[in-house]
């Protein structure tokens, strides 16, 4: 049994039925970009890194794919990326990266390219950031999931509710 847990996509249904095994198909290009322009935009407009909160965009990503009636989760994990220096290995609650995953199987990372605005940037020697990714395939990254759902962080519902209700403005323009 590889998960006897509900769904970290909020379904009530269990995993293993539910997201673990992805759907045929694809998230539609112009929902890709609408997502991603919204979670881009929302984090700037709040002066949020998004290179330091990839916990929260992760979140963002997942609720706005809900409301395009697709459905996705939070993945926190270890990720490495070819070419870059910097990595993140899984120490919860100091160490880990988080990432969206939809009901298609596709890794959706909105925050890996600003980790370069992150505030422990300068300690590396490498400037090279990861390149966002929306993508089934992972050829440049390497990510590995140790927490379905991100369950394991503490997690600042109101200030999160800031953020949705920006995205969700965005959204309905």
Known sequence: M???EL?????????????????EGNTPADV????????ISTFDKVGDTRGETCLYVAR???????EFGIKGYIAAGSSK??????????????EFHA??????GETV??????????????YHLSNNVPIRCWKKELKDRDYKIYDYGA?????DEEGYRILLSIALNKLKK
Do not use: M
């Open 7 to 23: 769904c970290p996509c909020g379904s009530k249904i269990n995993f293993e039925q539910c997201c673990y095994y992805p759907k």
């Open 60 to 66: 963002l990503v997942k609720d706005l794919l809900n």
């Open 151 to 155: 369950k394991t962080f503490e997690f």
């Open 32 to 39: 890709k970009k609408r997502i991603t322009r919204i979670v």
């Open 109 to 122: 990372d909105l925050a890996c390219d600003a980790l370069n605005e992150r505030s422990d940037w300068h």
């Open 81 to 94: 990326w070819n070419r870059v220096t910097t990595f993140y290995d899984w120490k919860p609650p100091r």
């Open 2 to 4: 590889v998960n006897e």
């Open 99 to 104: 990432w969206a995953v939809t009901e298609f």
